[in-house]
Structure formats: C-alpha cells, structure tokens
C-alpha cells in the first residue's frame, strides 16, 4: 500500500509541474482536479489505516474507478487486468476455448449447451444441442453460471481437457477429451446467391480483419453470378473504424473523406479516406439496418447512404456517434475511453445528445424538428441528432408475450420449447434442407399439446394493462360506474393458453424453426432458412428487382436544388489505426 501511495504521490508532483506550464485560463479547472485527487488520496489512506475491518484495495478503488466512469459515457470502461481478456474478444473475435454457445437451464440447474460453432472443437468432438455439462477436468459444474462455467471452458490454446456431460436424449453420461484452441467467431456467419440473382451478405461484428472476409464474399458471390446485393447489418453493434472504411472503400471511388474525428487533442482529430481501388461502383445495393445497427455498423450504412451508393432499408439505427481508443494502463488494466465524435461524408454527427451514464444512457433519438438538415452527394436530405434514419422504413414482425415467455430461460421457466425441441432433435437424425424447411403442421400441434400438459403459464400483457387500469379508475373514483364495463372485458380478457397458441402459431412456428435449423445446420443454416420469413429482406429484393424504385429512391426531390457534398483530398490513412468503435 506504500508503494501505492508513493506513486500517488509522484505522478501528482509529475502532473502539477505539467499543469502549472498550462494557460493561466486553465489554473481553476486545474485546481479543482488536483484538490480532489489529493482528497481522494488522504480519504483512502485514513480508510486503509483505521477502518473497522482490512479493506479490499482492488475492490474498494476499483469500485471508485468505476463510478467515476459511471458519470461519463456508457462507453468510457475501465478492465483490470483479470478482465482485459473482454476487451480483446470485443476488438479481435478471438478466444480460446471450445467454440460453442452455452446457456443456464434453470429446470436442470445446470449450464447446457446451446450450440456448438461449425468447425470448432465441440462441434469436431460431437457435442450436441442440449448436452448437460457436469465437469471439466476434476472441477464440478453443478450448479454453476455461465460466466463460471465459461470460465473454465477457456484456456490456453493446444491445452486438453475431460469435459463430462450428460445427453438427455440417451440419458447417458459421456466423457470427452477436448482440446482448445484459438476460436475466430466468423464475421460473415453466411452469404450466398438467392432467387434472381440477389446476394445476401450478413455482417455481425466489425472485428479484425472482416473486411478481408466480406470482400471474398462478394466476389465468390459475383462468380456466382450476383446482379445486386443485400448487405445486411441489423443487430451488428460495431468494431473497428478502420474495418468500416475498408468495406465502404469495396464499393466508392479512391479518395473520398468517409470519416472525420474530432475530440478535445488535436490527434484524436483524423480524416479517414478511401485509399484503394474499389471493387465495384454500380451494383445495386441495399443495406438492412434496426435499432440495434450501431457505430461502425452506422459508419458503413450512413457513408454508403450519404454518398447515394446504396438503399438503406429497416429502421432507425443506434445512433452512436462515438469514438473509443484503448490505453494501456499501469499494472496490464486497459482503459476503453471516448475521445473524439465522428463525422461521415455529409458532414452530419449521428450520436443522440443524451449519451451520458447520469441522464440514463442513450434513451431516445432527437425529433426532427431539433435536428440539422445535410445533403448527400446527389442532394438528397439527411439528418444528424440520433442514428441513420433509413430510406425505406420496413417494421419487422414483433414478438408476442408467449413467444417470449417460451424462449426465455428465466427462474420459473419449465423449459418446455427446450424439451420439446430436444425431443424432436431425437426423433429426427435429418431434416429438409436449410433453406426451405419449416416445421409441419402436425410438428406444430405435438408442440401445443406438450405446452398445454406442461403446465405452462406466462404474464399476459393485456391483463397486466387491465389490472392498472382498474387501480386507476378505483383511485379516481369511476370504478363503481364502470364496474360492469370492467367485469365484462375481464372474462373476454380471460385466460386461455390453447387460444392464444393457436392466434400466435405462425411466429412460434419460425421460432421452432429456427432453433431446429441451427441445431441441424449451425448459424449459417439458421440465416439462410430465416429469409423466408423475413419482410424487410423481401421488400429489399423487390426494391432490387425493381430498378426504376430503385434509382427514384437514390434521386433528390424535384423541389429541391442538388447540393454537391465536398470531398476533401488529403493524407491516407494509417493502416495500423487502433482507434475502435464499439
């Protein structure tokens, strides 16, 4: 703890000589900074001298650190050293494990898997869907999270271990040998030609060297003999800036300002430009995009959008106009901090003003009457103040209460979609192709009556609305009045499970098929065999099929002049950038 406090010491002697050579503007805010880290300082000196009880240096401080942050940004985070292994899988993809998605089964009380990844060691060693861990190596796993059970999981790569499980379609308890090694999450889980030449690329994560993957992609895909393109990147929360910059480079001419950063040091203030080639300038191209579309994923849409290369389609994104660089701290901790905002080729800022921890996090995107008007290359108008608003607004289908009760795997789930989905697994060696499978009706009815046996109940939000609203009237007084009117809605409000499996049957029926689908054919079979489900990704291959809609929908208003957008030249960008965007 001396050592502690003498380094305190010194790096605030070392920060005081620095700021006393600053602008006299500047003393006040100096001040105050030194005072509260001298305060800082002595609080936890006295704490760690004369507290009733021996104090956790690394718990107590780190909890300080951490609320610090907390009166930031939700993207300012502070990883010790045990947790810096988070932030590399957040920047790189990688870990090393077995390469399988694990879940907490609450009926069971134990972590099963969920699903192996293609190609990676639990798949290779045979683990299948539903498998109860029950050890690894000599360490039990009964009982435990997730997180602790994933713990163990990971470990060095080439290292081999014991893995015991249970398989509930035999009952049977199995030990398997299983070696570790490095697992890269695929960026592009699937792409491929559909009906009428249109490609379909899906993007997840803008990890390390993605745009290496999409490029091939694309190409493998024009080999094929793709005429336009669907690149999808709903639900993508971002990554590498510079990976960004790579895949819009794919597909708009060499020298283009994409990116402009600025923050409060003149080095976090960059332009990111295109630099190469492009592969492609022409080709129709639609981008789907939803709410949880954000910062890199936006970079890539609303520099694709702003120069009028492609269509963008879904609903608002994110909106996170942010910038985060990693630095190295003392003792191997890492800090992510935000630096700089980004700006993309129309000029405009798509972070949401509310960013702060301390008014809620992001909470809503600004109403357009707040916003500030941009223009396109070609014209077209476009808004800054909250996320890429898309060209064509397309709602997904949402999900009713009882699918999500079914799917989720809270403390008083009777897991009941899960078993079922197992027992069918076991009943089925194969099943149809990917692609066009759907889960009989027949299939579907075994499902309702295993739920109405199972004793399944769920929270009915049309009951929950009634029940306040009766609160409501009986405090205003109009209940006694109403009482009838209220009697009556609550026997048409009565619950009926057969019913309401029955209204819902289309949307449990693609929930059924979609887990059956990944359990036969991994993530990939999953994405392919979702298209056929998928509003948004038809509505993009009309829109494709359809070339006139298509350039009306890239042209500007009759009304309105056409406001070139500038493209600045300047110096290429550094290759080696580190800053992220996440």
Same mark, same amino acid.
């Given at each position: ?232 990147? *709903?639900?993508? +929360?971002? &990554?590498?800036? %510079?990976?960004?910059? /790579? ?6 001419? =060499?020298?283009? @300002? ?57 609903? *608002?994104?994110? +909106?996170? &106009?942010?910038? %985060?660089?990693?630095? /190295? ?6 800090? =992510?901090?935000? @630096? ?243």
């Amino acid at each position: 703890m001396k050592k502690f406090f003498l380094a305190f010491g010194l790096w605030l002697c070392a920060w005081g000589s620095t700021v006393m050579a600053q602008n006299p503007a500047d003393k006040e805010h100096n001040f105050k900074v030194a005072k509260n880290l001298e305060t800082f300082s002595a609080i936890y000196k006295y704490l760690d001298m004369m507290y009733v009880d021996t104090l956790d240096a690394d718990e107590v401080v780190g909890n300080g650190i951490n609320y610090m942050l907390h009166s930031l940004d939700p993207y300012t985070v502070y990883y010790p050293e045990e947790k810096v292994k988070d932030l590399d899988l957040m920047i790189s993809g990688k870990y090393a494990g077995i390469g399988a998605l694990i879940r907490y089964n609450f009926a069971l009380k134990n972590v099963v898997i969920d699903e192996p990844y293609e190609h990676m060691p639990a798949a290779e060693v045979g683990l299948k869907k539903g498998d109860i861990v029950l050890a690894i190596g000599d360490s039990t796993m009964a009982g435990k999270d997730v997180a602790y059970v994933s713990s163990h999981l990971r470990g060095d790569a080439g290292t081999t271990f014991l893995l015991t499980i249970r398989r509930p379609s035999t009952n049977k308890k199995m030990k398997i040998r299983i070696t570790r090694r490095a697992i890269q999450l695929p960026a592009v889980p699937y792409y491929g030609v559909q009906e009428g030449g249109v490609g379909y690329l899906d993007l997840n994560s803008f990890t390390t060297d993605c745009s290496k993957d999409v490029r091939r992609a694309f190409l493998d895909m024009k080999k094929q003999g793709m005429t336009s393109l669907v690149f999808d990147l *709903r639900n993508n +929360g971002g &990554g590498s800036l %510079q990976e960004a910059i /790579n895949i819009v480079n794919m597909f708009v001419p =060499k020298g283009l @300002t994409l990116v402009k950063t600025v923050g409060k040091m003149e080095r976090a203030n960059k332009e990111y430009k295109t630099t190469v080639e492009p592969i492609d300038t022409v080709m129709p191209i639609v981008v789907l995009v939803n709410g949880e579309t954000a910062s890199a994923s936006e970079i890539t849409s609303g520099s694709l959008q702003d120069l009028d290369r492609a269509v963008v389609l879904g609903t *608002r994104t994110y +909106g996170k &106009g942010l910038v %985060q660089a990693s630095m /190295n701290l003392p003792y191997n901790a890492s800090l =992510k901090l935000t @630096t700089s905002k980004y700006y993309i080729p129309s000029g405009r800022c798509i972070q949401a003003i509310n960013y702060k921890h301390a008014n809620g996090g992001y909470t809503e995107h600004i109403p357009d009457s707040l916003t500030h008007v941009f223009h396109t290359a070609d014209g077209r108008e476009v808004r800054d103040g909250g996320g890429i608003k898309p060209d064509v607004e397309v709602l997904p289908d949402s999900l009713p209460n009882i699918a999500f009760y079914l799917a989720s795997s809270g403390r008083d789930s009777t897991e009941v979609m899960w078993n079922w989905e197992l027992q069918y697994l076991k009943k089925h060696p194969s099943i149809g192709p990917a692609k066009t499978f759907v889960l009989s009706d027949a299939d579907y009815e075994d499902f309702k009556q295993t739920v109405l046996k199972s004793g399944f109940k769920y929270d009915r939000e049309s009951r929950k609305y009634l029940e306040n609203l009766v609160k409501l009237a009986r405090f205003e007084g109009y209940y006694e009045d109403a009482k009838p009117e209220f009697d009556a809605l609550e026997k048409k409000l009565s619950h009926n499970l057969a019913k309401d499996l029955d209204y819902n049957r289309q949307t449990l029926k693609k929930l059924l098929t979609s887990d059956l689908v990944s359990a036969y054919y991994y993530q990939r079979g999953s994405l392919e065999n979702s298209l056929q489900f998928d509003k948004q990704w038809k509505k993009a291959v009309e829109i494709l099929q359809n070339p006139a809609e298509y350039r009306k929908l890239l042209q500007p208003s009759a009304d309105r002049p056409v406001v070139k957008a500038e493209t600045a030249a300047g110096a290429t960008v550094d290759a080696k950038a580190k800053t992220k965007v996440k």
